[in-house]
């Protein structure tokens, strides 16, 4: 909760690398409401925040992924969550939260060798809507 708070009210922070640190559904979640308000970072993965290598299943991925898309203030324009484990639920939360996304910095989303079963085809689809975005499957 405390590196979330801390997302939520930094103007400066523009990389925190949190690799392998455990951090699971819940710790997400608060990062996401984090990233919501966040107006520094400007990506999530590597360089970024990165949240690679912990087990954030598919609730946290997609808590993470809508509060980015429903944010006006984010400056978040790539997310990276290849080889993430993320499942069809994830597909289906992150889908939902592309097509109802407020946020038009988000140019780039990476989405490689998940499991996300049919949940791909109606990620694809919703892309379409969106021509700035690119979706990398």
Same mark, same amino acid.
């Given at each position: 909760?405390?590196?979330? #708070?801390? /997302?939520?009210?930094?103007?400066?922070?523009?990389? *925190?690398?949190?690799? !392998?640190?455990?951090?699971?559904? #819940?710790? &997400?979640? +608060?990062? !996401?409401? &984090?990233?919501?308000?966040? !107006? +520094?970072?400007?990506?999530?993965?590597? =360089? @970024? *925040?990165? *949240?690679? %290598?912990?087990?954030?299943?598919? #609730? @946290?991925?997609?808590?993470?992924?809508?509060?980015?898309? +429903?944010?006006? /203030?984010?400056?978040?324009?790539?997310?990276?969550?290849?080889?993430?484990?993320? =499942?069809?639920? %994830? &597909?289906? /939360?992150? =889908? $939902?939260?592309?097509?109802?996304?407020?946020? %038009?910095?988000?140019? $780039?989303?990476?989405?490689?060798?998940?499991?996300? !079963?049919? @949940? #791909?085809?109606? *990620?694809?689809?919703?892309?379409? =809507?969106?021509?700035?975005?690119?979706?990398?499957?």
């Amino acid at each position: 909760e405390a590196i979330a #708070e801390y /997302v939520a009210v930094s103007s400066v922070l523009t990389s *925190l690398n949190l690799l !392998g640190n455990q951090i699971g559904e #819940e710790g &997400a979640k +608060a990062i !996401g409401e &984090a990233l919501h308000v966040n !107006g +520094a970072l400007t990506s999530i993965g590597e =360089g @970024g *925040l990165n *949240l690679k %290598g912990n087990p954030l299943g598919d #609730e @946290g991925w997609g808590a993470i992924i809508s509060a980015v898309c +429903a944010s006006e /203030v984010s400056k978040i324009s790539s997310i990276d969550v290849s080889c993430e484990s993320i =499942g069809p639920a %994830g &597909a289906k /939360v992150i =889908g $939902e939260a592309l097509r109802t996304s407020v946020n %038009g910095v988000l140019t $780039e989303l990476n989405l490689r060798w998940n499991h996300l !079963g049919d @949940g #791909e085809a109606a *990620l694809r689809e919703i892309a379409k =809507g969106r021509p700035s975005l690119t979706l990398k499957l």
